[in-house]
């Protein structure tokens, strides 16, 4: 038997459908949230009668369900009425006004934007916006680098609804102090699921995407279990996975608990957002950068030596890269100059990350 025969056939795959298992697909419903959507939809609630909605600021450590919840109530709305135009923008990768502007005009469906200055495109929009309703959801709001929009907003949108996203609310304790009282933010809290949620929310995951009877449950309780205590449903989606692809990989017919152990060793491969999941020379990279924010990649490497360092380059511009991949810090290509292209890497996330 060669090594491919081995393994299972594509008929024999333990995986019903991979994609209930992606970060970003969008169950049908979001259980465990629905104080949470009820809450959103009572700010958006005035806009049915003409009216301004209110404004909130939603805020949660990572993997709770915020993201989720949000656009579920979004989605459910587009279906619900076409007087209210619903807008998301995740301000990690639109960080500045003019993208959020051009996002705007991309979202809806103004194409002219070329040549355009910020003011010239946002006069375009309001129009059409000011015509119906808006709400608005900007994710990661505290990785935008300038208000300037939420200020045109304000004062250019007659109706609308402002929804923040953020992992800690002392970005919101700390924002100006003007643009503050114009929102009049209501906080919502999105607290770590229990146990029972996560083993809830996991099962249902794995109903869609695993044939039936296929995981152990010993080998599922892990699962859960482990995801409980890091709380955050993007690494059981992960565990649940790794453990189906290890399993088949041993051309296993089931998804033992051994399996399970085995994926959950490999967490710390994956998304981890607290500095806490860090490992140790993660940890000293990132803590290099917070002293040597907006430097070159290669001068970087040499203080990393200099300190004692191990390891060749590739594998410090890896470590780079999945410190950048996990938000810990930002990194932006440079063109051109004498030494040709090279990587500025910022520190960019400060340590409010491990206090939600
Ligand atoms: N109640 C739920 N029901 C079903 N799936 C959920 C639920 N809560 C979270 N998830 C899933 O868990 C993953 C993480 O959720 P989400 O992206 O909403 O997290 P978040 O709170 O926005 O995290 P972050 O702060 O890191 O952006 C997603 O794949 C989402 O579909
Ligand atoms: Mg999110």
């Known amino acids: 038997m060669g090594i491919f025969d081995r393994m299972l056939g594509d008929s024999e795959s333990l995986f019903m459908d991979p994609v209930p298992l992606d970060y970003d697909f969008m169950p049908k419903l979001v259980p465990y949230r629905e104080k949470e959507q009820q809450q ?36 459910e709305l587009g279906e619900k009425t076409d007087d209210i135009i619903p807008i998301y923008i995740n301000t990690w990768q639109k960080n500045t006004t003019f993208k959020i502007v051009i996002e705007l005009c991309d979202q809806l469906d103004y194409k002219f934007t070329h040549n355009k200055k910020t003011e010239e495109l946002f006069n375009i929009v309001q129009k059409d916006l000011n015509k119906k309703s808006v709400v608005f959801c900007f994710d990661e709001i505290d990785k935008v680098e300038d208000l300037d929009f939420l200020y045109m907003l304000l ?31 209501e906080f919502l809290e999105f607290r770590k699921y229990t146990p029972a949620e996560v083993t809830g929310i996991l099962k249902e995951r794995l109903r869609y995407a695993f044939v039936p009877d296929v995981w152990q449950p010993e080998a599922f309780n892990i699962a859960a279990e482990k995801t409980a205590e890091i709380g955050d449903i993007r690494t059981g989606l992960y565990i649940l996975r790794e453990a189906g692809n290890i399993a088949e990989n041993r051309a296993s017919r ?27 020379d993660e940890q000293a990279i990132l803590d290099l950068i917070k002293n040597n924010s ?3 990649i290669g001068d970087l490497f040499s203080i990393y030596k200099e300190k004692g360092g191990e390891g060749v380059y590739k594998t410090f511009q890896r470590k780079i890269e999945f410190l950048s991949r996990n938000k810990f810090i930002s990194t932006e290509k440079q063109l051109g100059g004498t030494e040709g292209t090279t990587t500025i890497v910022k520190y960019e996330r400060d340590a409010k990350l491990d206090e939600y």
Do not use: C
Not at 53 to 74: D, F, S
Not at 168 to 174: P, Q
Not at 256 to 265: C, V
């Open 254 to 280: 089931k998804i033992e608990s051994k399996d399970t152990e085995e994926a959950i060793k490999k967490i710390s491969e994956m998304k981890v957002k607290k500095t806490a999941e860090l490992k140790d």
């Open 155 to 185: 004062e250019q949108i007659y109706r609308k609804t402002i929804i923040m996203i953020t992992n800690y609310k002392s970005w919101a304790i700390e924002m100006d102090e003007r643009i503050k009282s114009r929102l009049s933010l």
């Open 40 to 75: 959103i939809a009572v700010a958006i609630k005035p806009l049915f009668s003409n009216r301004n909605g209110k404004n909130i600021l939603i805020h949660g450590p990572p993997g709770v369900g915020k993201t989720v919840a949000v656009r579920h109530v979004l989605n």
């Open 294 to 296: 907006g430097k070159k």
